[in-house]
C-alpha cells in the first residue's frame, strides 16, 4: 500500500507540475524572511526528475540568497484545476559553461547582454528532497520525503487519514 501511495502522491505532483508554465522559486532571506520571484523551468538536465533547473544571474539577490542557505522552495500553481505542488530541496549555483552552452535559448540573450557567453549566466540546480501537494480543489493533501535522491517516503496523506494534512 505504501509504495502504490507514494507513486499514486509522485504521479500527481507530474500532472500538476505539467500545467503551469511559470512557478514560484522561494529562497531565504538573510532576515530570516523568504524572498519569492517567477520563474519558467528548464527542460530536465540529468537523469533525476526532481531535480529542478532555472536560469539565473549569478550576482543577483537570488544567488546569494542561494549561497548563503543552499535552500529553495518551488511552487507550481495550476488556478483552473485549484492544485498545488510545493517542491523543496538542496539550492546549488551551477556555472559549467559547457553546459550552459549545451541547453542555452537564445530568447535568454535579452538578459545576458553576452548571451550563452556571459559569465554572469547561471544555473540554479535544486535537488528536491520533499514533495507536498494540494489537489483535487484542496480535498487531497500529502507529502513525500526522501534523502540524496533515494526513495520515496510517505509522510502524510489525508486520503490514508481521512483529513486534511
Keep these: 500500500m505504501t509504495a502504490e501511495a507514494v507513486e499514486r502522491v509522485l504521479r500527481a505532483a507530474r500532472e500538476t507540475i505539467a500545467k503551469p508554465r511559470y512557478c514560484w522559486a522561494i529562497t531565504p532571506s538573510a532576515d530570516g524572511g523568504a524572498n519569492a520571484r517567477g520563474m519558467q523551468r528548464l527542460a530536465n538536465i540529468g537523469d533525476d526528475e526532481w531535480t529542478v533547473w532555472f536560469l539565473t544571474g549569478g550576482s543577483s539577490r537570488k544567488a546569494g540568497e542561494i549561497r548563503r542557505s543552499g535552500r529553495m ?23 559549467d559553461r ?58 502524510a496523506d489525508s486520503r490514508a487519514a481521512g483529513t486534511a494534512t
Design 73 to 95: 522552495t518551488v511552487v507550481y500553481a495550476h488556478d483552473a484545476g485549484g492544485d498545488c505542488v510545493a517542491l523543496v530541496g538542496r539550492a546549488v549555483l551551477v556555472t
Design 98 to 155: 559547457p553546459l550552459i552552452h549545451a541547453h542555452w535559448q537564445e530568447s535568454w540573450s535579452r538578459f545576458f547582454a553576452g548571451g550563452r557567453d556571459d559569465p554572469n549566466a547561471a544555473f540554479v540546480k535544486v535537488e528536491i528532497s520533499r514533495i507536498e501537494i494540494c489537489v483535487e480543489r484542496g480535498t487531497w493533501t500529502a507529502a513525500l520525503e526522501r534523502e540524496a535522491q533515494g526513495p520515496w517516503r510517505l509522510l
